[in-house]
Structure formats: C-alpha cells, structure tokens
C-alpha cells in the first residue's frame, strides 16, 4: 500500500532551520502535487505550502511566506521543506501529503495520500 514517510524534524531554538523531507513507498511522485500541512495540539491541521506536480509552480501560507521553500526532485522521488527563521509558532507536526496532478491545492480534502508526520519544535 502507498504511504508517504516524512523525516527531519527535531528541536531547534528560535531563528533556526530545519529542512524536512517527504519519500514515498509505493508511489511515484513525479504526478503527484505535494503539500505540507501542519498540525499544534488542538488546532486544526492547516496549510503549509504546495508545489505543483511539474515542479514550476509553488504556493504558500502568508504565515510562512519568504520563510519557508518547498523543492522537488522527482529523480530520487522526493518533496523537500526548507524552513528558515523559525519561531515558537511554527511549532507543529507537520505532514506531507500527495495530490494526483495537483496544481498547488490548498485544501487537504484533495490530498490523497499521507504521512505519519514529523514533529517540529520550536524553543524561544
């Protein structure tokens, strides 16, 4: 069965970087759209970014915008999520999730596969 496996996250102070990264089992990611949503204890899990299934286009929350850099590299069938000038807020698990020629959806009811997720904690 298909599954998408995220990796990198950790503890880092604030101001800090992190880069995660997202590699499925069973799954070609070459026509698959790529997101990253977040999830903090007893929020709602919300949008992160998204890059298309072709790599040229990207798309991001305002609250990560100019921080936060989605890549691809269908090659080794992988989504990456370089996170810079982190904050205590930004402190989430945070998932990958997959969307057949996705074209940079926001919404996780179009997402079709997940991950299990990564924790990512912040410390001011």
């Known amino acids: 069965q298909a599954r998408l496996v995220e990796s990198g996250g950790g503890l880092v102070q604030a101001g800090g970087s992190l880069r995660l990264s997202c590699a499925p089992s069973g799954l070609t990611l070459s026509r698959y759209g790529m997101g990253w949503f977040r999830q903090a204890p007893g929020k709602e899990r919300d949008f992160v970014g998204a890059?298309?299934?072709?790599?040229?286009?990207?798309c991001y929350a305002d609250s990560v915008k100019g921080r936060f850099t989605i890549s691809r590299e269908n090659t080794k069938n992988a989504v990456y999520l370089q996170m810079n000038s982190l904050n205590p807020e930004d402190t989430a698990v945070y998932y990958c999730?997959?969307?057949?020629?996705?074209?940079?959806?926001?919404?996780?009811?179009?997402?079709?596969?997940w991950g299990q997720g990564t924790q990512v904690t912040v410390s001011s």
């Open positions: 890059i298309n299934w072709s790599g040229d286009r990207t």
């Open positions: 999730a997959a969307d057949l020629y996705g074209t940079c959806s926001t919404s996780a009811y179009e997402y079709e596969y």
